[in-house]
Structure formats: structure tokens, C-alpha cells
């Protein structure tokens, strides 16, 4: 482990009121991920192939490969995008992984069968992967530790929007009467054309993380953003900022190996979990959902109205996250979340098991869930696991979890194809399951960060 003589540059953003420059930041950020829903689309998409167009068939090892194909691609992004983006740097990296984004999902769209379309998306899985690392974690870096995980939030809620919108989209294109074949080539052409939007927006407004760059031993540059900053603000407010009351700590660089014993051990293993927690529940539901509602006998347009309206459940638990992240201590959030997820999970399986809701009451039921699993996904992937981890290693950890999270998911796809051939209801009842076993785990490994400083969060002697 390196140090290097900084320029105090943690205490120095710490310190800041929010401001205009906090809020471009989280609205570049926030849009760049509202509009890389190469992964929202998936169970729309999904849901064509399978009941329209019959490129997959039911109970088939191909549609068990729809969701476990993806999960692969975004698995090796996180693992391999995470050290790259400790390497090259937050913006860099975040466009790097936007071009390429943006290319495969053209070349998705334009596959001539379901094979060249599984090529582009095990691709579309490795660029969002590497892209939701650095976006996520890279962010944390940009906001004061006494509201970080309030900002985050805002970040997700506006992100998560991306689901319930392009499932909208895919209502409405299906009811415009649009050839099926050109319908779910349009899914992917939209994110696309706006993710080259958001790519230029970061190109132009993005600075370069001062905290990276302090840890690179770059101070010089680190402490002219810094002050930059400072300067905006104190031109915004018309007055000057408060005095830096924290002492210049040394800068420290930490292999990738420190993730691996210690202090950082326990966090790369709680992370894990969390994060296998949301894969599996999150992406299970996401690509699955209009299936197993035609499982239950509605037609292809029931239950992407279904869907859609179930999924407005996740900007709306989003936005509660937002309101509460800083109020409540991290790991009792986790705990409580997952044990919600539990409930509504053997609720849902019970009900459409036994008959006992129609098409309103199911809908009902998958919105309430629907808040409780992106009330989750908020706390998990925009804020818990991206701010545990010393600047140095951030996206390296934070990767290396995501990574972690995806493993699971590459193998799950075929237990859920097994059950929902004998059952939609069964694969609710399993997601209740995994989400009683995370929170065990939390409950015994789960380490605290709430209102933390990211130097503080980053010692680890």
C-alpha cells in the first residue's frame, strides 16, 4: 500500500452546501442511467420472442440462456470494468463503456436471427456491467458523506425510471399495431440514439473525480477542480465556505489483492451478498415478469399492461429510499427491506397458487412488491455497496461485488425456467427464499456507513 502527501480534497467537497454544481452532477449521472436500459427491455423483448415470434420456446435451455447469456456479459463488465475504471479514471471510463454500450445495442437490433442476438446481448451485459459500476460508484465521490446516500438515491430514482418507461414504450408500440419483428428491434433503437446523447453530456460537463485523482498522486489537478468548485459556489451563495475542519490525511493506493483480507474481506463478502440478493430477485422479475404472467393465462398484451403498471412500483419505492437513506442506519435498512421482499414474495405465491386475486389485485400486489424491491435495488446498488470502499479501490470493490451478484443469476434463469414450466407461483415463492437468506447474512456481516466520510469509510489500517 502507497501514500502520497494530498491536498485534503475529502474534507474540502465534505464541507460544500449543496448546490448548482451538486445537482449538475446528479442529473448528468442520473440521466446517463435513465436511457442504458439495454436491460429493461429484456422482459419485453423476451416476451415477443417467445409468444409472438417464436424464436424461443418454453422450458427450452435458449430461454433459460435469454436472462443467464446477459447476466455473463454484465458479470464479466463488472469484474473487468471495475480495476479499469480504478486505472483510467471515472469519466473516461463511464464514456468508454457508453460507446461501446451504444454500439452493441445497434447491432442488436439489427440481428438477422436469435443467435447473432444472444452474441449482442452477452455484449450488451459486459458494457452495461462496467458502465452501472462506474456511474454508481463514481458518484459517490462527488457529494459531502452527510447526505451522500440522499443523493445516490435521487440518482437511482431518476435511473429506475428507465424500467417502467420502456415497458410503457413497448405497451404502446404494441398497441400502435407495429409488426412484431420491428417492434422489438425499435426497444433497442431508442436507448441508443439517447444514450449518444447523455454520452455527450458527460463528455462536455463531467470533471474527472478530485478524489481519483488525489489517490493517483495527481494533487495539482485534483486541487484545481477543487477550487474551481469552491469558487462556483461561493459566487452562487455570495459567501465564503466554511473552514475545512478535518486534517489532511495521507492518500492511500491499495491493490487489488486488499480485497481480500482485513478490514475490506468482510465488506467484499456482505457486498456480495447484498448484491446477489438484488440480482436475483431484480433481474428475475425484470426478464420474467410478462412470461410468468402468461403462465397464469393472460395473453401477451395483458401482461405487458400488467407489467407496466406493476413496474411503477420502482420510481415510486425509489423515491421513498430517497427521503429515508439518511435516516435510517444501513444495515437495519438492508435487513428490513429483504424481509419486506420475503413477505410480498410468499404473499404473491400463495395468491395466484390458490386463486385467490384477479387481474386489479394481482397488478396491487406487484406494485407493493415492486416498491420493496427497488426501495432495495436503491439501497443496494447506489448506495450501500459503492460507498463502503476506499477511493483507491472503489471501483475495483464495488466491481468485484457486482460480479459476485451476477454468478448467481447466471445459474438462477434455469431453476426459474424448471418451476415456472410447472408454475408461476413457484418462482415467487423462491425469490421469498433467497431474499430470507440475504438478510441472515447481512445480519451478521453487514458493516455501517451511514453519514461517513469516504476517507473514514477508507481507512482500513
Given at each position: 500500500m502507497n501514500e502520497t502527501k494530498g491536498a485534503n480534497i475529502g474534507a474540502r467537497l465534505d464541507r460544500l452546501p449543496n448546490s448548482r454544481w451538486h445537482t449538475k452532477m446528479w442529473l448528468v449521472t442520473a440521466f446517463a442511467l435513465l436511457v442504458c436500459w439495454s436491460n429493461g427491455i429484456g422482459g419485453a423483448v423476451q416476451n415477443i420472442l417467445l409468444n409472438e415470434l417464436h424464436w424461443l420456446k418454453p422450458g427450452t435451455t435458449l430461454l433459460a440462456l435469454w436472462g443467464t447469456t446477459y447476466t455473463v456479459g454484465q458479470l464479466f463488465g463488472a469484474l473487468i470494468g471495475g480495476p479499469i475504471g480504478d486505472k483510467i479514471g471515472r469519466k473516461r471510463s463511464i464514456i468508454v463503456y457508453e460507446i461501446m454500450h451504444i454500439i452493441v445495442m445497434i447491432g442488436a437490433a439489427l440481428s438477422p436471427n436469435v443467435y447473432v442476438l444472444y452474441v449482442f446481448r452477452l455484449l450488451q451485459g459486459f458494457a452495461l456491467g462496467a458502465l452501472l459500476v462506474v456511474l454508481f460508484a463514481g458518484f459517490t465521490e462527488y457529494v459531502p458523506g452527510r447526505n451522500r446516500g440522499t443523493w445516490s438515491s435521487r440518482t437511482s430514482f431518476i435511473g429506475n425510471w428507465a424500467h417502467p418507461i420502456c415497458n410503457l414504450i413497448a405497451l404502446l408500440l404494441i398497441m400502435s399495431g407495429m409488426d412484431y419483428d420491428l417492434n422489438w428491434r425499435v426497444e433497442f433503437m431508442i436507448p441508443s440514439i439517447l444514450s449518444i446523447i447523455a454520452t455527450i453530456l458527460i463528455w462536455k460537463k463531467?470533471?474527472?473525480?478530485?478524489?481519483?485523482?488525489?489517490?493517483?498522486?495527481?494533487?495539482?489537478?485534483?486541487?484545481?477542480i477543487v477550487t474551481a468548485v469552491e469558487k462556483e459556489i461561493e459566487a452562487e451563495t455570495g459567501k465564503p465556505l466554511p473552514p475545512i475542519e478535518a486534517e489532511p490525511a495521507p492518500v492511500k493506493r491499495l491493490p487489488y489483492r486488499a480485497l481480500f483480507h482485513g478490514k475490506l474481506l468482510r465488506r467484499t463478502i456482505v457486498g456480495s451478498l447484498v448484491l446477489i440478493g438484488m440480482n436475483t430477485i431484480q433481474y428475475t422479475l425484470m426478464n420474467w415478469?410478462?412470461?410468468?404472467?402468461?403462465?397464469?393465462?393472460?395473453?401477451?398484451s395483458q401482461s405487458q399492461f400488467m407489467t407496466v403498471f406493476g413496474l411503477f412500483g420502482a420510481p415510486f419505492g425509489i423515491f421513498i429510499a430517497s427521503l429515508i437513506m439518511d435516516k435510517v442506519p444501513r444495515k437495519k435498512m438492508g435487513i428490513l427491506l429483504l424481509i419486506g421482499m420475503a413477505g410480498f414474495g410468499i404473499i404473491i405465491g400463495m395468491a395466484t397458487m390458490n386463486g385467490w386475486v384477479g387481474m386489479t389485485g394481482l397488478i396491487v400486489l406487484m406494485f407493493l412488491m415492486n416498491t420493496i424491491i427497488y426501495m432495495y435495488v436503491c439501497y443496494a446498488s447506489a448506495v450501500y455497496v459503492p460507498e463502503m470502499w476506499p477511493t483507491s479501490a472503489k471501483m475495483s470493490g464495488s466491481g468485484f461485488c457486482n460480479a459476485m451478484g451476477r454468478v448467481s443469476n447466471v445459474f438462477f434463469p434455469f431453476l426459474v425456467t424448471a418451476l415456472a414450466a410447472q408454475s408461476s407461483s413457484y418462482v415467487f415463492v423462491l425469490l421469498a427464499i433467497v431474499a430470507a437468506i440475504i438478510a441472515i447474512g447481512v445480519a451478521f456481516l453487514g458493516v455501517e456507513t451511514r453519514g461517513e466520510s469516504v476517507e473514514d469509510i477508507g481507512n482500513v489500517d
Open positions: 463531467f470533471p474527472e473525480s478530485p478524489r481519483w485523482l488525489e489517490s493517483q498522486g495527481r494533487v495539482e489537478e485534483a486541487d484545481a415478469m410478462p412470461s410468468l404472467l402468461s403462465g397464469l393465462g393472460y395473453d401477451t
